[in-house]
């Protein structure tokens, strides 16, 4: 299974250099969220499930504006 890990990686990596954003989709607890905070830990987690995130992105358009994101 290990190898499954890196490959998914460095396919994630290689979409990023391409793309500026990239859907991670896949079955619940099947490693989606471990794999995005693997990958890019220096970048800013939202969980939207988590209600309070979910409303902050909701009322303001500009939270993911470089000079407003908290990361």
């Known amino acids: ?3 499954k890990k890196r490959n ?3 396919k ?3 979409l990023l250099r391409w793309f500026p954003a990239v859907a991670i989709v896949g079955p619940r607890q099947s490693g989606k969220t471990t794999l995005a905070k693997k990958v890019k830990k220096d970048w ?3 969980d939207l499930e988590n ?3 979910l409303n902050r992105i909701s ?4 939270f993911f504006s470089p ?3 908290p990361i």
Do not use: H, R, V, W
Request: glycine share 0%.
């Open 1 to 3: 299974m290990e190898a």
């Open 8 to 10: 998914s990686e460095s």
């Open 12 to 14: 994630l990596l290689n």
């Open 44 to 46: 800013a987690y939202f």
């Open 51 to 53: 209600i309070d995130t």
């Open 59 to 62: 009322s303001d358009p500009n």
């Open 67 to 69: 000079k407003m994101c």
